[in-house]
Every structure is written in C-alpha cells, then in structure tokens.
C-alpha cells in the first residue's frame, strides 16, 4: 500500500518536473509583472496571443523577484528570458541593473503605430536609448456606489468634484449613515503613493518634488489629515478597491482602474466612475505605462521583437483593452460591444484626461532602484501626518530631507508637473 | 532491505581499516555540514556582509537608517511584546495540556492528534483563517451582533484599535504555535520514569508537588528544547501578523520583508535579518544558561 502511494506520487513528482521543465530554446520566454491573476494571465495566452504565429512561454512574475531573477540569471550568465513586461516603475529598478537590452531598432520600426512621444520619452527610463516599448496605459480613477449618490454637496458635479467637495460628501455620509464610507487602496500591496504623487501633490501643489514642504504643502496635508476623519479606518488594510466596493463596506474609493474592475464588470449598474478630485492647482492625474523590454542577452531576440510588433498592433491592443481592461497606447477606437463595466471605466478615464483644468504627471523617472524609497517618502509622510498626528511642518522638513537625498543620489531631473530642471530635481 | 551482514564476512582490523573507523563518523557528518555550510553559513555571511556595506565600502549606514526609521521602534517594541505574551502563555498551555494528555486512557491518541492540527497548517493559512473570524464582517462580528451583544459592526483590526489587533495577533499565534511545544513536551513527559512519581507519592507528596518537583525539573531538557524553538520562530513571526493587520502592527520580520521588496534596499534589509539572528542567538543563550541541564540528564 505504501510503496503504491509512493510511486504514486514520484509519477506525480515526475510528471510536475516534465511539465514545469525549462521551454525549448525557440521558445519566447516572456516574463510579465502585468496580466498576473490567473484569469488575466489566461487570456494572455489564449485569447491576445492566439493569433501570434511562435510559441510563447508567458511567466507571471511578482515585480521584486522579477529584478531579482534578472539578476541571478546575468550572474550565472544563462539566460532564458526574451521578453520582459512590467510597469514602468518596475522597468526602472531593470535598468539600473542593466538588464534591459537598448531598443532603438524596434522603437524605429513601431514608427507609424502613433504611440504618443511623451510615452515614448518615458521608455526612454531617464537615458538616451529607448529601453521599453509602451503595451498598455492605465490610470487612476473614483468609482462610488448610486447609494452614495444622495448624499453628494449641493452644487457638486460628481465628474468635476473638487478635494473640498470629496470631504463634504464623505463626512455627509458619515453623519447620516453612522459609517465611514471613502475608501483608500493605503494597505501593504496598495496603491497609495500613487495618489499622493500624482493627484493630491499635483492639485495643490502644482507639482510634487519641488514644492514637497511648500507652504500649500502643508496647507495640503492639513485638508486631507481633515478629510481622513470620514475614512474607513479598514483603509491602512485595503490593497485592491474592488472588494471593499463590492462588499459595500465602501461607497466611494480611489485606485487604479485594473483595481477596480472587477466590481464595475460584475455590477455595473451599481456603481458610477469618475474623475479624481481637483485641488487649487488643477485636477492631478497620473498617467500609468506598462511596457515591453528585451532582457540584455536575451537567447530569442528575434522573436522577442515580433513579439513586440505584435502586441503593439492596433488590433490586438484593442483585444488586449477588451479582454483585460488596459486601454491601448496606439492610436485606436474602442469597440462599441465593450464590457459595460470597462465601458464605464474609459469614459471616466476619458474624463480625466479631457477635463478643463487636468493636470498631467508621469511616472518618477530616472529614480532607478531607489523609485521604492521616493514611495516611502511620501506613504511615511502620510503616516506620520494622518495617522500618528505628528506636526505637519516638523514632518515636512524631516521628510524633505530624505527626499533630497534620494534626488541628489540618483540625480534625477524633474518630471511633469514639476518645472523642468537642470541637475537633479530640486526640493525647495 | 535488510540484508545482514554476515559477521563472518566482516573484515579483519587492519591499520587501514582502523583509519577508516576514526574517518568514517566525520565522512557521515561531511554532507549535513556541507549542506548547512552552503545554504546557511554562506548566506549568513553574505547578509552580513551586505548589512556593513555601502556601495563598496565598509559603513553601518544600513543600521542608521533601520535605526532611524518611523517603524523601527514600534517593531520592535511589537516584536517583544508578543514573545512576551506568546510564548510564556504557549509554554504554560502546552504544559497543562501535555499532562491531562497523560490522564487520557481513551483515544488518547485521537486528542493528541486534534491538538497538534495547527501543526500542519501555514502560518499565512492561520492568518487568514483568523482575518476571516476578525474581519469587521467576519464571524465575531456577526455572533456579536446576532445575539445583540454590539449595535453594529465593530472594527477589530484596524490602526485605531491597536490593542485587539495585538491581542488577536497573540489569539492567532497561540492557537497555530501551541502544538510544536505540546509535541516536544509530550515526548518529554514519556520519557520520565513511573518509579519517580510513584515514589514521590508513596512519601507522600501531593499532586501539585509532584508536578513541582518531580515532572518539571526532569522535563528541563524538553522545555529548554521547546523554549528555544518556539522562541526563535516568534521572533520571526511575519505572515499572521501581515494576514491580520496588514502594516497597522510593524514587527521586525515585516519590516525586513518591507525594505527588501517595496523600498528595494537590500543593505536595510539585511540589517534587519541580522538583528533577529543576533537577538534569537541572545535568547537561545539565555534560555541554555537559565535552564542548564546537569550532565548526567544529558542524553
């Protein structure tokens, strides 16, 4: 009996090796940060690579063991990944390694896709080679349960709220409702440097290095440390939207569109999305580029390059938009016959992005390694100010020296919406 | 399987083979030292290496900064409290649990075999278990409410109630962590001879003395081992206390993990790998001197 069960389970074993084993070397080993939950990944392979004509071998990877694995397979000098897909912040981190192979032959033929040059600059990662292709964009929006609806200031516009009317609304709630119903994706894996950096800075700031402890700065953090008073406390716990929204323990929340997905595509007519708050300064919005990079050493480049070509395709960057929610970065109509829970995510991005006073920013570049330390700056800023009490201006001060420090460390000129600088970007 | 060796065929004691007995004991012991040499002396040292580096150059930046950061106090303050709570609770549970074990005449294997589930479960799994009891709509939320106890959802584990977070972090580790000492202890307990509680008995002793006396001083050896273990991992607790509280509790091994992944600074991170060693080898140290067995217990 027992020696049955184990040869059992050395088939098993066996089998579990002959399956995972190494791809064969005409494979494209295409190794991806995005698209990693499993019915995402799914459709990568089955649905937007249908149509590719090599064998692709897609693995979803986490983005720090990402860096990482590029790292041991250059230390061992063997390499198996051709392709690598990952956010731009995730790209950074590659390319101070040097594990990312210069693209400008790949960059010339994608000439005539009509990717925006702004996001061509940013594959650029602060160099002068283009290191990424630009696959996918994204950004950040609101999505509020029509329960909440009711409860909205007199006067407001719920697709041109400002910070101010956000706060009124959420402490209306709270005062009827007896709950805290806003929500922020401030939990471990959450997205909330983000919203400090490319929309709360930006829109009462104007900019979100240069002017880190001006006094609109602090202006800032004293409206939102107000504003956080009507927040569910759940928030320092939330990674993913999506959840608290379904489950109605929230009514209003921030996060990135691929966060809240999947609550709009399972109850679209429960929810409405929205453009993010403007501040003084403007509606800030962040603009969010996943891209495509050839490892350095890559065994397949030639087919890592029709690989490239190919998700590139204003075709199957429509699919792609379809099947998975991220919006093309080429020139392309959206199909009419879209998922009514995408459907209601780009008209809100398309909001944003054409609201009178928006406020562009991009993704830190040039930060290199260190894009991790600049998001600490900003979440232990919000921690020290929001959750501990601590006096905003002694915080400022403290912080800003950190933020100098990793600016004068990399060097890195500043990015829009900051003035452009010579040097590295300047905290005044 | 097993095919005696005939002891005819034994070979004779030659010079050589005389050598070969003095090697043969260190030829057995080489691959577990190789092993540990290779997959845990060696990335010891590289982590500590990579924790007094800055760039090329040899500097304790790494420590300053771990030392200067808004969550290093709070770690680890968080980290001691909870050995401190943890684990003395555990020793005296498992102890309790480990002789009514002995009392046990039916299915005592059946009792011993409920007990030591939680062995088999991940720490991330038992976190998770946990988060879904404690969660504001989890099941202690709606008992409560369901018999009328609270008016509505109470928040249990958020950063504005770090007291029942601590305390269903602490709930959470004993229910998963109590079974590897009551293992320990109950191999203990067997191996004490009858004869000496017999014995006791017939002078007189009480139950309680007994215990005392008898059972707790020969059971030194196993709760040493038992100490030792189960206070080093809960200095290396991570997984309930992230399932449960996300970042609302800091404790050292989060911090590592943070600084390794999010802020993608190895240096800090290893600084931090290097303090939980440092301070688990402090209480292995304590714990051998405290509960020093005499020689002649020794097995």
New interface residues.
């Given amino acids: 009996m027992r020696v049955h069960s184990m040869k059992i389970l050395c088939s098993a074993l066996l089998a579990a090796l002959c399956l995972s084993g190494p791809a064969r070397a005409d494979d494209i080993v295409f190794m991806s940060t995005q698209l990693r939950p499993i019915e995402e990944a799914q459709k990568l392979r089955e649905v937007i690579l249908k149509d590719f004509p090599q064998k692709v071998t897609l693995v979803p990877e986490e983005p ?1 063991p990402l ?1 990482t694995r590029m790292k041991a397979e250059a230390d061992a000098g063997k390499r198996t990944v051709s392709v690598v897909a990952a956010g731009h912040g995730e790209l950074q ?1 590659l390319q101070a390694i040097g594990a990312l192979d210069p693209i400008d032959d790949v960059a010339a033929k994608l000439k005539d896709r009509g990717i925006p040059a702004s996001l061509m600059q940013l594959g650029k990662l602060g160099t002068d080679k283009q290191l990424y292709i630009p696959w996918m964009q994204a950004t950040y929006i609101m999505v509020a349960n029509k329960k909440a609806l009711p409860f909205l200031p007199a006067g407001a516009d719920v697709n041109a709220l400002t910070y101010d009317q956000l706060a009124a609304w959420a402490k209306a709630i709270q005062e009827k409702t ?2 805290r119903r806003l929500g922020f994706p401030a ?2 894996k959450g997205l909330m440097p983000r919203f400090f950096e490319g929309y709360l800075y930006p829109a009462y700031t104007g900019g979100v290095v240069t002017p880190f402890r001006s006094a609109e700065a602090e202006t800032m953090w004293g409206a939102f440390k107000a504003l956080w008073a009507s927040v569910n ?2 928030s ?2 939330y990674d993913f939207m999506q959840e608290p929204l379904q ?1 109605g ?1 929230v009514w209003i929340a921030f996060d990135h569109v691929a966060r809240l997905k999947d609550a709009l595509i399972a109850k679209p007519d429960d929810f409405v999305a929205f453009p993010a708050p403007a501040g003084p300064k403007g509606r800030g919005y962040m603009a969010v580029v996943a891209g495509l990079s050839i490892a350095k050493g890559a065994p397949n480049r030639a087919g890592g390059e029709a690989l490239i070509e190919y998700l590139t395709e204003a075709k199957v960057q429509l699919i792609t938009a379809s099947e998975v929610g991220f919006f093309p970065v080429v020139k392309a109509e959206l199909p009419a016959n879209l998922n009514p829970g995408i459907k209601l995510e780009a008209a809100a991005v398309d909001k944003t992005q054409s609201a009178p006073d928006a406020l562009v920013s991009f993704l830190p570049v040039g930060l290199g ?5 600049f ?2 700056v900003y979440m ?1 800023t919000f ?2 100010v929001v ?1 501990r009490g601590e006096p905003i201006r002694a915080v400022l001060d403290s912080e800003a020296d950190a933020l100098k420090a990793i600016m004068t460390a990399t060097n890195a000129p500043c990015w829009a919406p900051d003035p452009a600088s010579s040097g590295a970007c300047p905290v005044k | 399987m097993t095919t005696a060796v005939e002891p005819a065929a034994l070979p004779r004691a030659t010079p050589a083979s005389a050598a070969r007995a003095q090697w043969l004991p260190y030829l057995l012991l080489a691959p577990s030292l190789i092993f540990l040499a290779v997959l845990f002396a060696l990335p010891f040292l590289q982590t500590l290496l990579l924790s007094v580096s800055d760039g090329d150059k040899l500097s304790l930046a790494n420590y300053a900064k771990m030392a200067t950061d808004l969550n290093f106090a709070p770690s680890l303050r968080n980290t001691f409290a909870l050995v401190l709570a943890v684990v003395p609770l555990q020793v005296v549970l498992a102890l309790g649990m480990a002789m009514m074990l002995q009392k046990v005449r039916v299915a005592r294997d059946i009792v011993l075999w409920i007990w030591t589930i939680p062995l088999a479960v991940s720490d991330l799994a038992a976190g998770l278990a946990w988060f879904a009891i404690l969660n504001d709509s989890g099941y202690l939320n709606s008992v409560l409410y369901a018999v009328g106890a609270i008016p509505d959802q109470q928040g249990l584990l958020s950063y504005e109630t770090p007291v029942t977070l601590f305390i269903g972090i602490a709930a959470a580790e004993i229910w998963r962590a109590t079974a590897i000492v009551l293992v320990i202890l109950v191999a203990g307990v067997q191996l004490i001879p009858r004869e000496y509680g017999e014995a006791a008995e017939v002078f007189g002793a009480t139950a309680w003395q007994r215990f005392l006396r008898v059972t707790l001083p020969l059971l030194k050896p196993s709760l040493q081992t038992a100490l030792i273990l189960r206070t080093v991992l809960a200095f290396e607790v991570f997984a309930v206390v992230y399932a449960l509280g996300g970042r609302n509790m800091p404790v050292l091994v989060g911090e590592a993990y943070v600084w390794q992944h999010e802020n993608q600074n190895y240096g800090v991170a290893a600084a931090y790998a290097v303090l939980v060693m440092a301070v688990s080898l402090a209480a292995t140290v304590v714990y051998l001197r405290a509960l020093r067995v005499p020689r002649e217990q020794q097995s």
């Avoid at chain 1, 390694?369 to 330390?373: N, Y």
Wanted: overall charge neutral; charged content about 25%; aromatic content about 0%.
């Fill in positions: 720090a860096a981190p007896g709950q939990g471990p406390p759940n320092a716990n489950g323990e390694d260190k894009g991790g330390q998001n600490k232990d921690q020290r959750l």
